[in-house]
């Protein structure tokens, strides 16, 4: 069982441990704390469906901030089952911030990790687009690729890990629908690789085939592009 899977039958305890522990001086807190525990399942889990989506938890340290929130979230539990006296419930509010502590913490790491993921793999798509609207026939998917690349563009604003995990599954799915397109529409596998390098600004004169230069001719394009030196 991962961690993960242990968090997931886990939080099902929280609301019920809380439930048992209403007494003496801490109930009013105890009570905000029950409220808080009822809404934090359904973050949360988003929250590991964007980790995992994202690749976050390829890096060590950010996988660490995940593993942060498990073993929290475990010793919350095993506090809150066991709670008998007012010091135990103290105790386990002092361990619920710690609890919301780590959450809030990954949240801002996978957002910006989102973010910087977002802008190397959507933003080139905006210069695509805009790459495409100057080629005969290819205006509209033009058009749909730099409104895409808009759209990638918000995803970084969400604020609820429950929105950014909609925003990212609608991003893949339109990306794909995209491709699509584009291998219907530019049926040259070839051309389509020259003209996803020339909108990352990686294309070299060592993409510009016979096939390409016929292509580009034929979209009367070829004087809307110039060879330009590396810096050395």
């Known amino acids: 069982m991962t961690p993960l899977d242990e968090l997931e039958t886990l939080l099902p305890r929280l609301r019920p441990a809380v439930e048992q522990a209403r007494f003496g001086q801490g109930l009013s807190k105890f009570e905000n704390a029950a409220q808080s525990i009822a809404s934090v399942a359904p973050e949360l889990d988003a929250l590991f469906e964007v980790a995992l989506d994202t690749g976050f938890l390829k890096r060590e ?3 660490g901030l995940i593993d942060d929130i498990v073993v929290t979230a475990i010793e919350l539990a095993e506090i809150l089952e066991g709670a008998r006296t007012d010091g135990d419930v103290e105790k386990a509010l002092a361990h619920f911030d710690r609890f919301e502590s780590r959450i809030s913490s990954a949240k801002v790491s996978i957002k910006r990790h989102w973010e910087r993921r977002a802008a190397d793999e959507f933003e080139p798509l905006r210069g695509y687009g805009r790459l495409l ?3 005969p026939g290819l205006e509209l998917l033009g058009a749909e690729y730099e409104t895409f690349a ?4 918000r995803s970084v604003a969400s604020e609820k890990m429950s929105d950014l995990r909609t925003a990212i599954a609608s991003l893949n799915s339109r990306k794909a629908e995209l491709e699509a397109e584009r291998q219907r529409q530019i049926k040259h596998e070839t051309i389509g690789d020259f003209l996803n390098a020339l909108a990352q ?3 070299t004169l060592k993409d510009l085939s016979p096939e ?4 580009l001719n034929e979209q009367e394009a070829l004087a809307d592009f110039r060879i330009e030196p590396v810096a050395l």
Do not use: E, F, I, T
């Not at 390409?212 to 292509?215: F, T």
């Open 133 to 135: 609207q100057r080629l």
């Open 61 to 63: 340290s950010d996988a």
């Open 201 to 203: 600004n990686s294309a």
């Open 150 to 153: 808009d759209s990638a563009k």
């Open 212 to 215: 390409v230069l016929d292509w």
